[in-house]
């Protein structure tokens, strides 16, 4: 991992800070527009509490960004390369799951492709997201099973399966097996 947790919580609680003042956003406003507590805004932008990943993709719903563009550094170097050691590492502190950023960043490319590492018995449950609905993705296993609901519908996915759907209609995640999942998750960042 690139950083140590105490630096990438420092990484997420400035990150979401600078993008609430960039929109203008009050902590109240802020927390109107994505139903989270100002107090636990205000927790996470000083550090003192890390936000799930539900409770993150709501923050980033309501500030108009993918968790992508949210993870994506914006001091780094443009380059076409991303060595393992220097893609950004975030673990859920609900579920477990570990997210690893694995494009390049700085690129102008309209494609951000993620790892998942999901532990067994792991469940992500999301809010429809009315501001994903202009990015897609695709979702596909490598080890594992996973259950994905989209809309209405639920999807079991196991090793070499590929689903693709709008990023903004995914409401869980869930690993219903006793062994660890892994997937690569493709988003369109569209334009």
């Known amino acids: ?22 929109r203008g956003l009050t902590l109240d406003q802020l927390a109107d527009l994505s139903g989270v507590s100002r107090a636990m805004i205000s927790r996470i932008e000083r550090s003192e509490a890390s936000p799930t990943a539900a409770l993150l993709a709501r923050l980033c719903s309501a500030l108009g960004v993918s968790l992508s563009v949210f993870f994506a550094s914006t001091e780094a170097e443009p380059s076409p390369l991303t060595r393992r050691v220097d893609q950004p590492v ?10 690893r950023a694995i494009s390049p ?5 309209g494609t951000d492709i993620v790892e998942v590492e999901f532990p067994a018995g792991a469940e992500v449950r ?3 997201r009315p501001t ?21 519908t639920v ?8 689903l693709f759907m709008n990023v903004g209609d995914v409401h869980g995640y869930r690993n219903p097996t006793d062994r660890p999942a892994r997937y690569a998750v493709v988003i369109s960042l569209g334009t």
Do not use: N
């Open 155 to 162: 999807h079991r996915l196991e090793a070499g399966d590929c």
């Open 1 to 22: 991992m690139m950083e140590s947790e105490d630096q990438f919580e420092k990484h997420v609680a400035e990150r979401l800070k600078r993008l609430r003042v960039a």
């Open 90 to 99: 975030w673990r859920d502190p609900e579920s477990g799951y570990v997210r």
């Open 105 to 109: 960043q700085g690129t102008g490319s």
């Open 126 to 128: 999301f809010p429809g």
């Open 132 to 152: 994903g609905r202009s990015q897609t993705q695709h979702v596909w296993v490598f080890e594992g099973i996973i259950e994905l609901t989209i809309g209405e």
